[in-house]
């Protein structure tokens, strides 16, 4: 179902390159189909577990892809590690499309956890990984630890991923 860019790392990170990828060669594809941004000044709110900052970012980018003609007839969701962060994402997610409901259900917009999309996919998802420079390093160990989880996270995107960060990658 994902673009062969997105199945080749899953590929090579989680099935030892056993995978045959067999998606089909769509009319429209996205160049990139996946990004990497970073949200400046953004950072988590260490007693809520929360990165508004970068939540707010994600949404501002949901809300220029449902206006893009390009994403049109698109399905998009909202993908966080952290159900707390997965929870400030769909509070603001319907609050932004308050005034416009039927986008929600035009794009099937949803945000949640990576147990929360579980045999659910969309074209498009951007990622919210929370993650800034006053977090704990023990976040990013407790993700490596569940890497099925993340194998789910990112299989579930068939045509982009936006990766949201608050801290360069290095």
């Not at 994902?2 to 390159?17: G, H, K, L, T, V």
């Not at 809520?48 to 809300?63: H, P, Q, S, T, Y």
């Not at 400030?88 to 929600?104: C, G, I, N, S, T």
């Amino acid at each position: 179902r994902c673009e062969p860019p997105i199945i080749a790392w899953s590929n090579r990170e989680f099935y030892a390159e056993h995978l045959r990828i067999l998606t089909p060669i769509r009319a429209r594809r996205f160049n990139p189909v996946a990004e990497v941004r970073l949200v400046p000044g953004a950072d988590e709110d260490p007693n809520l577990k929360e990165n508004r900052r970068e939540a707010e970012a994600v949404i501002a980018e949901v809300r220029r892809l449902v206006a893009d003609p390009e994403t049109e007839g698109l399905s998009i969701g909202v993908l966080s590690p952290f159900e707390a962060q997965a929870t400030l994402l769909h509070k603001l997610l319907h609050e932004a499309f308050a005034a416009q409901p039927e986008r929600l259900r035009v794009h099937r917009l949803v945000a949640d956890t990576a147990d929360g999309f579980q045999g659910d996919e969309r074209d498009i998802i951007p990622y919210s990984f929370r993650y800034g420079p006053s977090t704990s390093p023990g976040v990013i160990r407790a993700i490596e630890i569940e890497r099925e989880r993340l194998n789910v996270a990112f299989s579930r995107a068939r045509r982009k991923v936006i990766c949201f960060i608050s801290r360069p990658p290095e």
